[in-house]
């Protein structure tokens, strides 16, 4: 199978026709100089093999005249030495990469920037539309050709629901947890399958893996309150003399300072030393808290600044792409049981897929069908 940039392969496989096509001409360019290269260098060595006669490398490959060859040899090194010689006038130094594998781990990081861009765009432009603005006006606002706007637009657009507001917080929270309880579900009905740790994992393992991973990544972008436990009795009374601490150092500050204004006050706060008791009761009250709902594994994870129902439109496109990748004909499979995981874990992310535009599109949780449990 001839090479190509895993940007290249995967967007081959993209529901947007453009984006295949323009694909499609960069696998052309990149494998006709791939071949180019490789046709170059067979004839070097096939001229170092004649001794460095041009003129029998030129009889045996087949060309008309010596000249001929020549001046096809000649011309893939002067194009080469083209690319290579281009003038640049930069507008400030290169980054600084410790080593190689920095810089490939920061291009693949711009590749996946550039992929969450246009896993963005289908959305964005009907929503645009979909609220009132022209195809001229989304080009002229955004950039994007006039005319893939205008391709864009079905004769209806299908809005999603409003996922901004109070009321949705509700159904995100609940959702979240619907996902967290259908990972753990799947999880523990893949344990039956790992008969064996040493090996690799089961089918089943690596769907439950896509979903558990996925579900920690919604709680913490869009509900990072939903699986906080309810707050217990000795934690509720440690709150409520930790702030029956606070509002007696603001009382004290208001009796000592009694014309000062509220602001006045709340710089007074901020410069003053708190008291003992207060630290003590703040102590008190966040080691309770802590362990109640334990350490966020996720604290270092990036949180998003997208609308929920941006996230989630991108999200969607993710995992199609994804699954259609897992699923590509073209697939490297080590046996029949790699086959099995790579669909297993394609299936993963089609029902996410699914789930999230339930979501979208009617503002409700989505039905997840758990092992033992079908809803």
Same mark, same amino acid.
């Given at each position: 199978m001839l090479p190509l940039p895993d940007h290249v392969t995967a967007a081959l496989t993209s529901r947007d026709p453009l984006r295949v096509y323009r694909a499609a001409e960069d696998a052309q360019e990149y @494998? /006709?100089?791939?071949?180019?290269?490789?046709?170059?260098t067979a004839a070097g060595t096939l001229v170092t093999a004649h001794g460095g006669n041009k003129s029998?490398?030129?009889? $045996?490959?087949?060309?008309?005249?010596?000249?001929?060859?020549? /001046?096809?040899?000649?011309?893939?090194?002067?194009?080469?030495? +083209?690319?290579? /010689?281009?003038?640049?006038?930069?507008?400030?130094?290169? @980054?600084?990469?410790?080593?190689?594998?920095?810089? %490939?781990? +920061?291009?693949?990081?711009?590749?996946? $920037?550039?992929?969450?861009?246009?896993? %963005?765009?289908?959305p964005l432009v009907l929503g645009a539309l979909a609220v009132g603005l022209t195809p001229e006006e989304v080009? !002229?606002?955004?950039?994007?050709?006039?005319?893939?706007?205008?391709?864009?637009?079905?004769?209806?657009i299908e809005v999603a629901a409003d996922l901004g507001g109070l009321e949705a917080m509700t159904v995100l929270d609940e959702t979240a947890r619907a996902?967290?309880?259908?990972? @753990?579900?799947?999880?523990? &009905? &893949? !344990?039956?399958?790992?008969?064996?740790?040493?090996?690799?994992?089961s089918p089943a393992s690596c769907g439950a893996h896509i979903w558990s991973v996925a579900a920690r990544a919604f709680v913490h972008q869009l509900a990072p309150a939903a699986l906080v436990p309810a707050e217990?009795?000795?934690?509720?009374?440690?709150r409520k003399a930790f702030q029956n601490q606070i509002a007696a150092q603001d009382a004290a500050m208001a009796a000592a300072h009694p014309n000062a204004t509220d602001e006045e006050l709340q710089e007074l706060l901020h410069d003053a030393e708190p008291p003992a008791e207060l630290l003590a009761a703040q102590k008190a009250y966040d080691t309770a808290y802590r362990e109640l709902v334990g350490e966020d594994d996720d604290d270092s994870a990036p949180t998003t600044l997208l609308d929920p129902?941006?996230?989630?439109? &991108?999200?969607?496109?993710?995992?199609?792409? $994804? /699954? +259609?990748?897992?699923?590509?004909?073209d697939r490297y499979l080590s046996d029949e049981r790699d086959g099995a995981r790579l669909d297993a874990m394609a299936g993963a992310y089609e029902q996410l897929a699914a789930a999230y535009l339930h979501l979208r599109a009617t503002g409700t949780v989505p039905p997840l069908t758990t092992p033992g449990n079908p809803r």
């Open positions: @494998l /006709a100089d791939y071949l180019d290269s490789i046709k170059a029998a490398a030129a009889r $045996e490959l087949g060309f008309n005249s010596p000249q001929a060859f020549a /001046a096809w040899f000649n011309r893939r090194g002067e194009r080469t030495g +083209a690319a290579e /010689a281009a003038p640049h006038a930069p507008e400030q130094p290169a @980054l600084y990469f410790r080593n190689p594998d920095e810089a %490939r781990d +920061a291009l693949g990081d711009w590749f996946l $920037e550039q992929q969450s861009v246009t896993d %963005r765009l289908e080009y !002229r606002l955004s950039g994007i050709p006039l005319t893939t706007v205008k391709r864009m637009r079905p004769a209806k996902l967290t309880a259908h990972a @753990l579900a799947l999880a523990e &009905a &893949a !344990r039956a399958d790992d008969q064996d740790e040493s090996l690799l994992r217990t009795p000795e934690v509720r009374a440690l129902d941006v996230w989630l439109a &991108a999200q969607i496109s993710q995992f199609n792409r $994804e /699954a +259609a990748t897992l699923r590509h004909p």
